[in-house]
């Protein structure tokens, strides 16, 4: 009898203990992975997003820059000027920059 009661004293807290062993095996086998799955898929998601407007801001700079050449933007200095107006984080070369960056054949 005495085995009896030692097992009922048992019964609470082994109870309570397997039931916190079951929700943290579905919080930690359910609940993280379908967390990293959620966020894995945002950031692709902010990528594609921003890799649209990159390549928009590509296709559009030669358009952009033949509007420029047309309305009489010729100097280095109105040039530095328009790209600051426009709002691009671009700048005019120097003489001696652009030799560094165009290779002559």
Do not use: C, H
């Amino acid at each position: 009898m005495s085995s009896l009661i030692r097992l009922r004293s048992l019964f609470l807290p082994v109870s309570i203990s397997v039931i916190l062993l079951i929700a943290l095996g579905l919080y930690s086998f359910i609940w993280i992975p379908s967390q990293q799955r959620y966020l894995d898929d945002r950031n692709f998601r902010v990528l594609k997003t921003l890799s649209g407007q990159i390549k928009a801001n590509i296709d559009n700079f030669d358009t952009m820059m033949d509007n420029a050449a047309e309305s009489g933007i010729n100097t280095d200095q109105t040039l530095a000027r328009y790209l600051k107006n426009a709002g691009l984080e671009l700048s005019a070369l120097e003489e001696d920059q652009d030799k560094a960056v165009i290779r002559r054949r």
